[in-house]
């Protein structure tokens, strides 16, 4: 080692490159503090400070923003489906349930039979007609084959699905889907009253989507009253009709 060397008390370990210590800004005053520093030694923040994930702030944007979220799916909803807010119609003879504004069409039958229909004024094509039957021909299966053959012969009539369906409840019904004339139906069958009295629903409308939706509704809540005068030994629509003996 030199004399140079020993008086300036460099040597050639010491004459190695030292690496500058890791730095980073305070999170309050954005000074540049070594990164080890437990506080800003200019502003005395404290630097690793534990914070909630989401603060008082954020916990609150997070509640508007999941209550926003509830709000606006609601209105989607209700806007799509709006066709399916129902009320219900009961008569001495049958009961069911049919969407809010529809119009009944007054319909009438002979004694044994009894009938009710609606329409949607806003869609003529939108229309659930519900047929009771005293002491009907058949199986409701049966009466779903004949329905389908028939249409087979049908001019402009295309058949669709035709077998048993599971509405709420397990109550099992056989139904038929066509469509004609740019419409599209649907009609479902069913025994009541101890199998005395046969049950249909034809349901029609102008949009699959809407008839799908009415299919998911209509047909288990429509119901003959099997001591409803249509079905019973006095006919109170039409006492001039004598009544075959039984």
Known sequence: MSVEELETGTGAAEQEEVAPPRTRRCRVCS?????????????GTR?????????????IVLVIAVAAAVLITRAIINAENNSLHYDSYDSVNLAAFVPSGWTNLLLSGPHGTAVAG???????????????????????RSRMLALYDSLGSEAGVARGYHSSVTLPGDD????????LQGAFYAVFFSNACNGSVGLSVMLSSASATRLAEYALTLPWTAEPHCDGPAFSGRDGADTSVPLAPR
């Open 31 to 43: 000074v540049e503090i070594n990164a080890a520093s437990a506080r800003c030694p200019y502003c």
């Open 47 to 59: 630097q690793f400070k534990h914070q909630p994930l989401l603060g008082w702030r954020g916990l």
């Open 118 to 140: 609606y329409v949607d004024p806003a869609s003529a094509a939108d229309t659930d007609t519900v047929r009771a039957t005293l002491d009907p021909t058949g199986t409701p």
């Open 172 to 179: 099992t019904q056989w139904t038929v889907y066509y469509t």
